[in-house]
Each structure stands twice: as structure tokens, then as C-alpha cells.
């Protein structure tokens, strides 16, 4: 659980309620804690019912979120299954209120959408079902990661941003990546997703300035998480030669912690703060956009 210590400062979310999708993971669960802890109720979304639950579980036995009156609640959610969302929708209502923050945080890559190697060349050859060229990418397992990525944020934003239009103010806060940005080697599909997240978020920001919604997204640069912890940590738990090449081309030389993205959220989430502020992508990255590699 985030440490209640580490909260970068403390924004009024008092009689907010904040959604919170994918929020069974690390980075999302760090969100809702965050949310909470300033005082608003979260609905902890996720598909999988248990991760969600024993987030919400933190949440609520957490001394400093008692202390700001937040609380939370977990919710079994498919965001790509609008009709299930809608559903969700209406009981958040009716336990916590209307929304009042999204935040999209499902998303994810997968395994088939990415390459074995970061260049072609003639000599590769394919030996063994573990090694995959680009000839060899699955589009069924490309069209997953696009469907979760962006279907998975244009989807809950369509229904949980129904009452903020109506009542004319809201916050939706997407999940970018800087891959969006600078395309990494190797994952193709989740990359190629991302950046339709940053555009997205764009769009949505101009299409809905005018009832009062502010748009904006956080680009995260490279953070150790359950998802990716097997890509980057050799079984022996030293870092593989990929995740050495990251640091190196990463200025701050280490990776990113849940807590690096907290005063970010919290700078977006509340309208006192970020009044106007519309249509943006924050990297937080340690520096890894700015750096050419020499």
C-alpha cells in the first residue's frame, strides 16, 4: 500500500467522486489511493473483482483517508463492454454519487504483439515458436491491445462523462505512455495504441470544452510493475539487458514508483488548480523524452 506519507500535498476532493478504471494494478491502485486520501469517493474499477476489492480494502482501512472523510468501493468492470459499464454507472450513482473524476487507467500490452528482436535482418530466422518477426505478429493479439488501450478509454469515458456533460463540469484523465511519443523497440501494437490515447485525448479536449469538462493525460515513462516486471528482471532479479539499456537513456537513472505519478494526478484532478488546463499529455519519465542518447 502507498505510504500515507508520501502524499506530495493535499488537494480538496471533498464531495468529489472519482472513477478509477484498471485500479486492480499497481500505478491505478496508487491513483485511487491518492484520490481517496484527499478526500473523494472512489469507485475502484477492475475486471478482475478481487484485485479491485483488496484496493478498496486499503483504501478504506487507511488511517489518513478516514481522516479526510474519503472512502471507497470496489466495482467488477469490462471496459470494453459498454452495455456492463452502463450498469456500473448507475450503481456508482446510487452508492457514491455522480461522477465527478475519470480516470482511465486499464489498458496493457500482449505478448503477440510484440517482436523477439528489435531489428530485422536477413539473418533472422524463425527456429522456435518463441521467436517472432514482424511477418509474425498476431492481428487478433494486436487488435486486443488496441481494443484496451483506446476502446478501453473512449468506452468508460462515453458513460461516465453523461452527467458531467449535463451538469456541465468534470475531469477526465487518460493513461498515456511515452511510447506514444518516442515508439519503443519491440511492441509495436501497444505503442501504436498509446499514441491513439494522445490523440484522443485531444479530440475529447476540444469536443467537450464548451460543457465545462477538462481533458488532459499523464504520460508515464518506464515503471516496474506486475505487467512488466518479467520483460525488464531476469529470473536471478537483475535487471536484463533491456531494462539496463532504459536506465541508461533514462537521466534520472532508475525507474519510476507509484508515488512519482501522485502530485501529477492530484495537479489535474483538481479543478482549484488546473482550472485551465486542457488538452495535455504530462510526461513523467525522469527525463527520458529529453534525453537524445548523447
Not at 180 to 196: E, N, V
Not at 251 to 275: H, I, N, Q
Request: glycine content about 8%; charged content about 20%.
Amino acid at each position: 500500500m502507498q505510504e500515507e506519507s508520501k502524499l506530495p500535498f493535499v488537494a480538496d476532493l471533498k464531495g468529489k467522486t472519482a472513477v478509477v478504471t484498471g485500479a486492480g494494478g499497481v500505478l491505478c491502485a496508487g491513483f485511487a489511493k491518492a484520490l481517496a486520501s484527499c478526500g473523494a469517493s472512489v469507485a475502484v474499477l477492475d475486471i478482475n473483482l478481487d484485485a479491485a476489492r483488496k484496493t478498496a480494502d486499503e483504501i478504506n482501512a487507511s488511517a489518513l483517508v478516514r481522516e479526510s472523510s474519503g472512502r471507497a468501493k470496489a466495482y467488477k468492470a469490462d471496459v470494453l463492454d459498454k452495455k456492463s459499464l452502463e450498469e456500473v454507472y448507475r450503481e456508482i450513482q446510487s452508492d457514491l454519487g455522480e461522477t465527478d473524476i475519470l480516470i482511465n487507467g486499464a489498458g496493457g500490452n500482449h505478448p503477440r504483439g510484440t517482436t523477439s528482436t528489435e531489428y530485422h535482418t536477413p539473418e533472422i530466422a524463425k527456429t522456435t515458436e518463441s521467436v517472432r518477426t514482424f511477418f509474425d505478429l498476431d492481428a487478433d493479439s494486436i487488435r486486443f491491445v488496441f481494443e484496451l488501450n483506446f476502446l478501453g478509454t473512449l468506452i468508460p469515458s462515453q458513460v461516465f462523462s453523461a452527467g458531467m456533460a449535463t451538469r456541465k463540469k468534470g475531469t477526465i484523465i487518460n493513461i498515456s505512455s511515452m511510447n506514444a511519443i518516442r515508439p519503443l523497440t519491440k511492441i509495436p501494437a501497444y505503442s501504436g495504441a498509446k499514441a491513439a490515447v494522445t490523440n484522443f485525448t485531444l479530440w475529447l479536449a476540444v469536443h467537450f470544452a464548451r460543457v465545462g469538462i477538462r481533458v488532459n493525460a499523464i504520460a508515464p515513462g518506464f515503471f516496474l510493475t506486475a505487467q512488466n516486471h518479467s520483460l525488464l528482471v531476469n529470473p536471478d532479479g537483475e535487471f536484463n539487458e533491456r531494462a539496463r539499456k532504459i536506465l541508461e537513456h533514462t537521466p534520472m537513472s532508475r525507474f519510476g514508483v507509484p508515488e512519482d505519478l501522485t502530485g501529477t494526478l492530484l495537479y489535474l484532478a483538481d479543478e482549484k488548480a488546473s482550472s485551465f488546463v486542457n488538452g495535455i499529455v504530462i510526461p513523467v519519465d525522469g527525463g527520458f523524452s529529453a534525453y537524445s542518447g548523447v
